[in-house]
């Protein structure tokens, strides 16, 4: 059985085409092949704060403000997600 690709989807950004990059990223994500590859989301606030994870788009678009990260990657350190200010948990 062939190994997944690691792939990175990243969007966003703090230029004035945020708003497209996220709406090309959302097709991306439909249309990716899951069998073939093992999707991160990697979204880039507006203000330069970096998003990483499933749902990371939908927080990008929907502009939530947690107080909380709940972290459930295997890849990514807990302190890069700390730069964020924001308590990790997982």
Not at 1 to 17: A, Q
Request: glycine fraction near 12%; proline fraction near 2%; charge should be negative.
């Amino acid at each position: 059985m062939k190994e997944h690709i690691r792939l990175g989807v990243v969007c966003g950004g703090m230029s004035s085409e945020h708003e497209v990059s996220l709406a090309s990223a959302k097709n991306v994500l439909e249309a990716i092949d899951r069998g073939r590859f093992d999707v991160t989301e990697i979204a880039i606030l507006k203000d330069g704060r970096w998003v990483v994870g499933e749902g990371a788009l939908a927080y990008a678009v929907c502009g939530a403000d947690p107080s909380l990260l709940m972290r459930d990657l295997r890849d990514v350190p807990g302190q890069i997600l700390e730069r964020f200010g924001l308590d990790v948990s997982g």
